[in-house]
C-alpha cells in the first residue's frame, strides 16, 4: 500500500487501536498525541504524509486550528476530522473549513479503512464530503 498516515488524537487508547487497525491494513502510522508537536513534524515531513486523521477536540490545539495549521504548511494536505460531535454541529461553528472525511466517534476499523480506500482510490480522489 505505501500510504503513510498522520494520526493525531490526545487520547492514548485511540492511538494505540487507530495505528493498529491501520498498521495491519498496511499503512504506515507516525501517531502523536501532542497537536502541536505533529505540526511540527508535519513541517519538516509535509511530502511523506499521505492522510492526517485527527481529533477535533484537543488540550493544546483543537482539530479546527491544527488543520489551519496543516494547511497553512501544505495547501494539499489531505484531513479527516474524527469527533464525537457530529459532522453537522462542526459545519455549523465553522463553516469556512472543509476536510476531506468526517469519522464519527466511536467508529469501527472497517469504517475508518473504507474512508481511507475510498480517499485514495483513483476515481475518488477529486471528490469532497460533500458527497459523503
Do not use: R
Request: charged residues 20%.
Amino acid at each position: 500500500m505505501n500510504k503513510t498516515i498522520l494520526l493525531i488524537d490526545d487520547e492514548h487508547a485511540i492511538l494505540e487501536i487507530t495505528t493498529l487497525v491501520l498498521e495491519d491494513a498496511g499503512y504506515q502510522v507516525i501517531a502523536f498525541l501532542s497537536a502541536t508537536e505533529a505540526t511540527a513534524y508535519y513541517k519538516q515531513h509535509q511530502h511523506e504524509i499521505h492522510a492526517t486523521i485527527l481529533d477535533m477536540t484537543m488540550p493544546e490545539m483543537d482539530g479546527i486550528t491544527c488543520a489551519k495549521a496543516l494547511w497553512n504548511i501544505n495547501t494539499q494536505a489531505t484531513i479527516i476530522l474524527s469527533s464525537g460531535y457530529t459532522y453537522e454541529d462542526i459545519t455549523q461553528e465553522h463553516q469556512d473549513v472543509k476536510f476531506h472525511a468526517f469519522l464519527q466517534k466511536p467508529y469501527l476499523p472497517h469504517t475508518l479503512l473504507d474512508q481511507l480506500a475510498s480517499m485514495f482510490s483513483p476515481n475518488t480522489v477529486e471528490e469532497t464530503l460533500d458527497s459523503a
